[in-house]
Every structure is written in structure tokens, then in C-alpha cells.
């Protein structure tokens, strides 16, 4: 038998009842813009990811390679993974590739100077190597480092090393790698002059 008096959810003040109401609904609707958000910038990194997947696919890149370009594309900022992930992908990397390279395990290094070869083109490049700018590896004692070609020539080029902020090997002997299709990875040994800690030029001893 239903009641004579209609039965209120919220007992005592029906504004303060009517204000409950009214913060409920703003919270579901907040909760629902916010879901919405992330869901949207979920897809979103995720598309990018694969387009990224293409481009690499594209350029010759095996599965490793393309698992660590990946690898690289998650520690990237929102900006730099648009950037990286259009039509800017190439003239990105040549510009900023070196300011993340530091938290990159040196292990990686020789597949990931493959990955970016073959993504930027110098690895199918005729000219002679260090002849063009493109990136290498470089080994001075005990020290490893990712390294950019920025002053090309057929005598001493200058590299820009990515720095991690550590002691500058003393100058003497280095190997410098790069990488060429279809002989892959190639090391040439040479003397190197240390211009600034993240800056060297190599002289090599041949090519």
C-alpha cells in the first residue's frame, strides 16, 4: 500500500537535498568529460604509434628496430610525438634526437643507429661515408656515444656527441661506426680533437 506523504531520498532540508542533486549530476558530468579525455588521448597516442610503425616498416626497419623506436617514441612529450609521428618524423630527429639519446642503454646503440639510418635514408646514401651528415656511434676508451655528423668532409669531420653530462675522454684514438646497406655496420679508427666536452673532430686514419 503506497505511503499518504510522498517519501523524500534526502531527509531534512529539501534546498540542501536539491544542492546534493545538483553536485551529483556535475560530477558525473565532469567524470564523463574526463573519461572522454583519455580516451581521446589513448587513441590518439596509439594511432600515432602505428603511423610511426609505417613509416618505420617503410624505410626498411626489421621488428627490433621497430620495437625500440617505440621504445623511444614513449619517452617523448605530447608535442615531440605529434612531431615525430607526421610528416616532420625525419627533420625531427636530426634536430633532436640527441637531447633524449641519454637515456638510451648504450647496448642499444648499434640497432638503434640501424633504425634511424634507414629512417632518415643515409644507409642507401652513395657519397662516402662521414661524407654526409647522418649519425654514428663513437668509442673512445671506455666511453660510448651517440654522435651526429654536423661538419661532413672526405678529411676531419666534426661530430656533436650526445652528452650525458659526464667527463670528457682524454683526445687520442677513437672508432667512429656508422651504418651502410648492405654491409651494415661499419667502424672506421681514427685521431680525434676534443673542440668542447660534447664536440670532437675526427680525423680518420682511412675509408
Known sequence: MLPEKPVWIWKGDPQFALLELVLLVLFFYLSFRFSAYLTYRFELVRMHSKRLDRLAFRAGCNREERDLLQSFYSQ???RHRVLLAHNHAKEYLRQ????YISSLETKDFPSFLSLVSKFLGTANDP?????IREFAIVQAGTKTY???VVDPGFGEVRLKLGWNGSRP???GNVRVTVFRNPKGLQ???GEARWEAPASL???PESL
Open 96 to 99: 633532436h634526437l640527441l637531447h
Open 76 to 78: 617523448l612529450d605530447r
Open 187 to 189: 667502424t672506421i679508427r
Open 127 to 131: 657519397r662516402p661515408i662521414l661524407g
Open 201 to 203: 673532430y675526427f680525423l
Open 169 to 171: 675522454p682524454t683526445p
Open 146 to 148: 651517440f654522435a651526429q
